[in-house]
């Protein structure tokens, strides 16, 4: 299994990035898919996640109302649209699969990682 992120990168404060994963190795439309980030010396933050069917998305109190997380079955991709962007918004960002149900907002909870994309807001 492969979860490969991309679309990191550096921007200033109010801008935008859109993040992506590319899944392999998996049956994607099965999985869950969350974003996650972790900054210097802090603990892996739960940022989003999307069901199956890419309906019901559920956001950490940090993110809600700027970002926004979408996927596409047909190309086993999962996107993180991020608007408003914040110098607090810097971390590296993971995507990560998970086969159970519910919320799922530990890192514990879910089953595959990417390998991460540095996100950096000056600003």
């Known amino acids: 299994v492969q979860l490969q992120a991309s679309g990191g990168g550096l921007v200033q404060a109010g801008g935008s990035l859109r993040l992506s994963c590319v899944a392999s190795g998996l049956t994607f439309s099965g999985y869950r898919m969350g974003w996650f980030r972790q900054a210097p010396g802090k603990e892996r933050e739960f940022v989003a996640r999307i069901n199956r069917s890419g309906d019901n998305p559920y956001y950490g109190d940090s993110v809600k109302g700027r970002f926004t997380i979408s996927r596409d079955n047909a190309k086993n991709t999962v996107y993180l649209q991020m608007n408003s962007l914040k110098p607090e918004d810097t971390a590296v960002y993971y995507c990560?699969?998970?086969?159970?149900?519910?919320?799922?907002?530990?890192?514990?909870?879910?089953?595959?990682w990417g390998q991460g994309t540095q996100v950096t807001v000056s600003s």
């Open positions: 990560a699969a998970t086969a159970g149900i519910g919320i799922r907002t530990l890192p514990g909870q879910y089953n595959y």
